[in-house]
Structures are given as C-alpha cells and as structure tokens.
C-alpha cells in the first residue's frame, strides 16, 4: 500500500505540552505532507517535506524525514485548545498524487 | 486568493437514488482531484484530472460514479445509483506545481 500508516490512532494531551505523531510508509516517496481535519471541515495543509530534506519547522510545527526508515514524525510544541483536530500524513510516491493515512486523533484538554 | 468551493454542503438521499456534487476550484490551477472520506478513515482518491484530461481513475467505481471536468475549470461528481455505503464526505481539492493542495470544505453525503 502506498497509504501512510499514522501512530498512534489517538494522542489526549494537556494545554501547553508537546504532542509527537508518527507516520509510516511502505514506497519510496518524493514527498511527505501533513495536514489537519478539524471535525466536519476540510484538510488544511501544514507542511510538505520534499525527499531530500530531514527536517522542518513552521511556527509551532516541526517535522522530520527519515527515508531510510520510511518514516516521519509531526510535533507541536506548546500545544492550544484549538490544535485538538485530526492529523494526515501524505505520501506522494510519483510526484503528482498523495495518498493519505487514517489519521491520529488529537484532544488537547484546556 | 479564493479557496476550493464545493456544494451542497450536505445531502441526505434515499439509497438507488441519484446525487450529484460540484467543485469550483481555485483559478489556475489545472489539477483537479476528487476524495472520498469515509467515517474514520483517511480520503482516498477517486480521481484527477490534468485541465480537463482524466489522469487517474483506478479506484473509482466506474459502475456508478462518474465524474467530469467542464472546460478544465468547474467539476461534477456524480453517484447514480448510490449505495448505503457511499456515505461519506467528498473532498475536492486543487494545486498548481507548486505547492500542496488546497481542499474544499467537502459535502457530507448520507444514504439511508
């Protein structure tokens, strides 16, 4: 499968604390995405990380790559009552299309 | 710039019964895509378009769902006849070369 496999399922953090979620893939990749899904809207994108890149960071948002593990990982430092939402990774593995995981459902408790 | 429109927002229909969903994407770009997100799951592609060309259409159900892109702008999503487990929301997104998707809000579709 070329689908992004996210872990864990559901993180329930306090306000403030970091929250770390994990995605895995099977195919090599051009590049990785994450979005996020508030309940019932759309996807907003947050960041896309080319193939050739280990890490990076918007705002409170850092992600890293490892390709030789086929793996990357989504962190929100000092996390907020509106960062509860549910969290994609998307792989893209040709160049032109992305395929999404099941996604980590994250609570943040104010 | 204006973001990926879609209608309805909602729709309730009986199962055999027709739907159609509409998707306006952001100007300029020529991608189109069509996603289905079923409860719980990630969106899985039904399928691209490149202007008005279809590039991928693997995993729509061509036995009842077509799609089509007017002039390589507006796109039509249609179900015909639906099943009790076509419900579920459908994304449309756009992107241009270079960088991401946009998506729309979606339309929640729920056959009873």
């Known amino acids: 499968s070329q689908q992004g496999e996210e872990d864990p399922q559901a993180l329930s953090i306090q306000e403030g604390e970091n929250a770390t979620m994990n995605c895995s893939y099977k195919?090599?990749?051009?590049?990785l995405q994450w979005y996020r899904q508030n309940s019932g809207r759309g996807l907003v994108h947050l960041i896309l990380?080319?193939?050739?890149?280990r890490e990076k960071h918007s705002g409170r948002l850092r992600v890293t790559l490892d390709t030789s593990k086929k793996s990357s990982s989504l962190l929100i430092t000092a996390s907020r009552a509106a960062d509860t939402a549910s969290y994609f990774c998307?792989?893209?593995?040709?160049?032109?299309?992305?395929?999404f995981g099941t996604g980590t459902s994250l609570t943040v408790i104010p | 710039e204006a973001g990926v429109a879609q209608s309805p927002r909602y729709k309730i229909i009986e199962k055999r019964q027709s739907v159609a969903f509409w998707c306006n994407p952001i100007?300029?770009?020529?991608?189109l895509y069509w996603y289905q997100q079923i409860l719980g799951q990630g969106p899985k592609l039904l399928i691209q378009?490149?202007?008005?060309?279809?590039?991928?259409d693997s995993q729509l159900p061509k036995d009842r769902f077509s799609a089509e892109r007017l002039k390589g702008v507006d796109s039509t999503l249609k179900i015909q006849p639906a099943k009790l487990e076509d419900s579920a929301v459908y994304l449309c997104?756009?992107?241009?070369?270079?960088?991401?998707?946009?998506f729309g809000s979606g339309t929640r579709l729920t056959v009873v």
């Open positions: 997104a756009s992107s241009s070369e270079t960088y991401g998707y946009t």
């Open positions: 195919t090599s990749i051009n590049n």
């Open positions: 990380i080319r193939s050739n890149e």
């Open positions: 998307a792989t893209d593995p040709t160049g032109n299309q992305f395929y």
């Open positions: 100007s300029g770009h020529a991608t």
């Open positions: 378009f490149q202007n008005n060309g279809v590039v991928d």
